[in-house]
């Protein structure tokens, strides 16, 4: 089969097309034939070989897909969107059965595809957050709000009815999240966001930022917060070590929350209670995957390349089949 292979660890030049050998699910795993693939900036991280537990190359890229279930040859099984570690770009893939979903009745595959990681990672934020229950009028800073996970997050937040902030270095991006109940855009290439947010909240802070950026963002971070605020990180995408003197956490009880969608995979009953949370909110029409642009699986590289630089709005898709 046609797979998307990364040869080397590096840039989106080390990606190729290649004949692999064809998947073959284990009895806890569903074969299924890929139509699309959503990509991370996981993706990027995994083939520069700065991704936890990534084996060495050559290995197939991507990590969440949408298809439709295989029994034997036939592609005659159910519509699916599915989470997998590596491998889902590809024509076909296996993922374990309980990190596959069925995909809304009317969503294309390539909107499928933009669902899992962004949705269930955010709504883990929140969770993290304590926010999921009763948590209206709360206020939340999530970064870069024009992103996956971001989009993801403001569609959630407006469900919860949280009042939030997101930062963004583009005006236009801001604009299109704005659209999507987004109700203060602060461009963080204009304006300083912690200054922002000091403005914004009348020196009150945020009950919650979404962190994603590392460096010296995460101590920037907890001076957005309220007393008892939490942080909730989950990434590093400015490429830089996080850093953070937890000395500042003791003036307002302040906390900072680990986040990671690979770890928390595993936990079947807590995936299954998001689940079924996300599956009420898709049920009533309340959630959207934002898709920037799509690619062919052949442009694999330049899709990295727009995500490298920062420059995609919501979610790349890649065309499989
Ligand atoms: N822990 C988990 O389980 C988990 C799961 C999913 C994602 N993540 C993390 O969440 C973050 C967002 O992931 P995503 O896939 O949704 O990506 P994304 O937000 O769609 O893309 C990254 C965005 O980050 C912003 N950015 C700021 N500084 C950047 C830099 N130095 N280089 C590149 N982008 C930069 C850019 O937006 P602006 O130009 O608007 O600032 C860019 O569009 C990543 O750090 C990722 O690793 C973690």
Redesign the pocket.
């Known amino acids: 089969m046609k797979a998307l292979v990364i040869t080397r660890f590096g840039g989106p030049e080390v990606l190729e097309l290649q004949q692999v050998p064809d998947a073959h699910p284990t009895p806890e795993q569903l074969l299924v034939k890929v139509e699309a693939g959503g990509l991370?900036?996981?993706d990027l991280?995994t083939a520069r070989g700065g991704y936890a537990g990534t084996p060495k190359p050559p290995l197939t890229a991507g990590r969440e897909f949408a298809g439709r279930e295989l029994t034997g040859n036939d592609a005659t099984g159910r519509r699916v969107m599915g989470y997998t570690q590596w491998a889902a770009f590809a024509e076909k893939t296996v993922a374990h059965r309980n990190l596959l979903w069925p995909i809304p009745e009317k969503w294309t595959a390539e909107q499928a595809a933009a669902f899992p990681?962004?949705f269930f990672?955010a709504y883990f934020a929140y969770w993290k957050a304590g926010l999921i229950d009763n948590a209206a009028g709360s206020r939340v800073l999530i970064h870069?709000v024009?992103?996956?996970?971001?989009t993801a997050a403001v569609q959630i937040g407006r469900i919860l009815g949280i009042e939030m902030y997101g930062?963004?270095?583009?005006e236009d991006?801001l604009a299109r999240v704005r659209e999507l109940g987004l109700q203060h855009g602060i461009n963080y290439k204009q304006r300083d966001y912690a200054e922002a947010i000091k403005d914004l909240t009348r020196g009150e802070g945020v009950d919650a930022v979404f962190e994603?950026?590392g460096g010296e963002h995460v101590a920037k971070s907890v001076k957005c917060v309220r007393d008892f605020g939490r942080v909730i990180v989950?990434?590093?995408?400015?490429?830089e070590t996080p850093q953070l003197d937890t000395r500042i956490l003791y003036a307002k009880g302040a906390s900072v929350h680990g986040?990671?969608?690979?770890y928390l995979s595993a936990n079947r009953p807590l995936m299954e209670s998001a689940w079924r949370r996300l599956s009420e909110w898709l049920a009533a029409g309340k959630l959207h995957p934002v898709i920037g642009k799509v690619f062919p699986l052949e442009e694999a590289p330049a899709a990295y390349t727009l995500?490298?630089e920062?420059k995609?709005y919501g979610k790349i898709v890649l065309k499989i089949s």
């Open positions: 991370n900036f996981a991280l990681v962004n990672t870069a024009a992103g996956g996970v971001g930062t963004s270095s583009s991006k994603m950026l989950y990434g590093a995408a400015t490429g986040l990671w969608l690979s995500m490298q920062g995609n």
